[in-house]
């Protein structure tokens, strides 16, 4: 029994040390937590109306195509049953314009619309999920990332 509280007491004082010595944990917000969080700032979407810049490069394989143009001048959010991405997106051509075409893999193999479109897979309508605009923002913490903008 005597050796037992010998080790019991030894392990004890050993992480007693151990604490006294760690370091406090920093955090990206600061020391105060408790702080109110700032809201974030209302930055404007790079690019113009749709149609009018180039694509952006992904900057790694298999990273859903970013959204090149503003979106806040959209009439109406993104609805399972309104959805005004596929206004233009839904073929590959709107209004005269080449334009890059919904993704095989978002629609039902077979299945068209009334009108000869294809069918969005309901698993897959909320487009800004993947999907992002842009707006020309200060990382939140320092990053070295290059990307591989090689082949897809």
């Known amino acids: 029994m005597k050796t ?3 080790v019991v007491l030894a392990c004890l004082l050993s992480v007693t040390a151990s604490l006294a010595g760690a370091e ?3 955090t990206i917000r ?4 408790a702080s109110a969080d700032q809201p974030p700032l209302d930055l404007a979407y790079v690019g113009g109306r749709p149609g009018s810049q180039k ?3 992904r900057m790694f394989n298999g990273q ?3 959204v090149p143009h503003a979106i806040a001048s959209f009439d109406e959010e993104i609805t399972a049953t309104d959805n005004p991405c596929l206004e233009c997106h839904i073929s590959n051509e709107f209004k ?9 893999s978002h629609l039902v193999p077979g ?4 009108d000869g479109s294809p069918v969005l897979d309901m698993m897959l309508w909320q487009c800004n999920n993947c999907h992002v605009p842009q707006v020309a923002a200060k990382p939140l913490v320092e990053n070295t990332f290059r990307g591989n903008a090689g082949k897809r």
């Open 4 to 6: 037992f509280t010998t």
């Open 24 to 26: 406090p944990i920093n």
């Open 30 to 33: 600061g020391s105060d937590a």
């Open 55 to 57: 694509l952006l490069t």
């Open 64 to 66: 859903p195509p970013l």
């Open 96 to 104: 005269g314009k080449k334009m890059p075409r919904v993704s095989d």
């Open 111 to 114: 299945k068209k619309a009334s």
